[in-house]
């Protein structure tokens, strides 16, 4: 559940901005405040069902935005690749800098 959780959090930041001000409401109060369906449902006068319906379908539009753009994906391997640099060039200060630089970049 953490693992899903994590993702769905990674694609509403890369893809918040595709979503409808409703969509990004019902998501951050769900994944990111931590808001039950109960909880939404009454703070916004919705059924739980709708409550629940509006978040399971936008979850799908981002699984498909990632399938279709891979910002996440890219994003998962750029970060490991700049890890393994990082572990390979403890010698290189130069180079330590640069890795920095690049991962506040994320």
């Given at each position: 559940?953490?693992?899903?959780?994590?993702?769905?959090?990674?694609?509403?930041?890369?893809?918040?901005?595709?979503?409808?001000?409703?969509?990004?409401?019902?998501?951050?109060?769900?994944?990111?405040?931590?808001?039950?369906?109960?909880?939404?449902?009454?703070?916004?006068?919705?059924s739980r069902?709708?409550?629940?319906?509006?978040?399971?379908?936008?979850?799908?539009?981002?699984?498909?935005?990632?399938?279709?753009?891979?910002?996440?994906?890219?994003?998962?391997?750029?970060?490991?690749?700049?890890?393994?640099?990082?572990?390979?060039?403890?010698?290189?200060?130069e180079m330590?800098?640069?890795?920095?630089?690049?991962?506040?970049?994320?």
């Open positions: 559940m953490l693992e899903k959780t994590t993702r769905v959090n990674y694609l509403f930041d890369f893809y918040q901005s595709l979503l409808t001000p409703k969509q990004r409401n019902y998501m951050d109060m769900y994944y990111r405040e931590d808001y039950s369906l109960g909880e939404i449902s009454d703070l916004l006068q919705v069902q709708a409550v629940y319906d509006n978040i399971r379908r936008t979850e799908t539009m981002l699984e498909s935005y990632e399938k279709k753009l891979g910002l996440y994906d890219k994003f998962q391997k750029r970060a490991a690749i700049l890890d393994r640099m990082d572990n390979h060039a403890t010698d290189n200060s330590q800098a640069f890795i920095h630089q690049l991962k506040e970049l994320e």
